[in-house]
């Protein structure tokens, strides 16, 4: 059979889309194509709120795995959709339940702070789910001496430990696109740009978070080049977000922070690079693969979600 081409990939899946009810939902680390196919796009957290507020029948995720697990856990009777199930996450698997229980016990009386980048175990172990876009105030929003155990990114959790001052204990755990950004080549970019702002997402490492003009989830640094006067950005997360950035201000000039391996491409999250046009087409033809979670776990995961909703909607997050 003759292979599609990319246009006749997006009109089926269009017709897919309204014949079987289903929507996509898409992070802005997935490429631009994808992107402009998506009912919604957006940050884990503005997902995790489409994904418990809509009336399709079927969600397809084109995201990695924990974020279809969450959508699965926040409307179990849709069928969410995945269209590769290797899309994993390197931070979701530097948790692993066995290590963290053993973690918890080692460390009991605290409460459980993970990060949205959990597997569904992990989120069914813990006590509040955050994003980025709310860790800091889901954290203020405990008790002065509530003690917390922050997981499973290090470098957030210490941004959060820096702005708030509790006491926390942190996994040591991280992601590989944003602990590669090299200082030394950001350094050199912005001498060469002097008028260039370099703004950075909290899971990258200490020495990258310090030489920021503004440190900020994927959704902060969107809204902060919107509303920002300045005309040049140094971007230090991953590379997808910039396709929203240029479509919302096509004017401004977006340069991508450069990885310590300049050859690797480690900018971009090669988990959310496997998600492809194609894959979408067969995956919403077949409706497969589709995510499916024990229902033990699935209540159990929920209750920290729904938390961290109900505390950011009185935040007004
Ligand atoms: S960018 Fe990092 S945290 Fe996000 S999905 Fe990829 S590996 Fe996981």
């Excluded at 507020?53 to 084109?62: E, K, V």
């Excluded at 179990?76 to 016990?105: H, N, T, V, Y």
């Excluded at 959704?219 to 997808?240: H, M, P």
């Excluded at 004017?251 to 998600?275: H, N, Q, R, W």
Aim: hydrophobic residues 40%; charged residues 25%; contains cysteine.
């Amino acid at each position: 059979m003759k292979p599609k081409s990319s246009e006749q990939y997006i009109s089926e899946i269009k017709n897919l889309k309204s014949k079987k009810n289903a929507i996509i939902l898409a992070h802005y680390y997935q490429t631009g194509d994808i992107q402009d196919i998506a009912d919604f796009v957006g940050d884990s957290l503005a997902l995790s709120q489409k994904a418990a507020s809509n009336s399709a029948d079927i969600i397809l995720f084109a995201g990695v795995k924990f974020m279809a697990e969450t959508a699965k856990i926040l409307a179990p009777e849709k069928k969410i959709l995945l269209p590769d199930l290797l899309a994993g996450c390197s931070l979701a698997d530097s948790c692993k339940p066995g290590d963290f229980k053993k973690f918890l016990e080692e460390n009991p009386g605290r409460t459980v702070i993970s990060y949205v980048n959990t597997t569904a175990e992990i989120k069914a172990m813990s006590d509040i789910i955050c994003t980025s876009s709310n860790a800091v105030q889901i954290v203020e929003s405990l008790p002065p001496d509530e003690k917390i155990i922050f997981a499973p990114d290090r470098n957030l959790g210490n941004y959060v430990l820096n702005k708030t001052g509790r006491d926390m204990v942190i996994w040591n755990g991280t992601c590989h696109v944003h602990e590669e950004f090299s200082l030394e080549a950001i350094i050199k970019l912005k001498n060469a740009n002097p008028d260039a702002k370099i703004i950075v997402h909290p899971e990258c490492e200490l020495p990258v978070r310090l030489v920021a003009d503004f440190i900020g989830s994927t959704s902060a640094l969107l809204n902060f080049t919107r509303k920002d006067d300045g005309n040049c950005y140094i971007v230090a997360t991953e590379v997808g977000i910039i396709h929203q950035m240029k479509k919302e201000n096509p004017g401004k000039t977006y340069i991508p922070a450069p990885p310590v391996d300049s050859t690797c491409g480690c900018s971009e999250c090669s988990f959310m690079k496997l998600i492809t046009i194609e894959k979408i087409f067969n995956c919403l033809s077949t409706e497969k693969p589709e995510i499916v979670l024990d229902i033990d776990i699935i209540r159990k995961a929920r209750l920290p979600i729904i938390r961290m909703m109900e505390i950011s909607e009185k935040l007004g997050l």
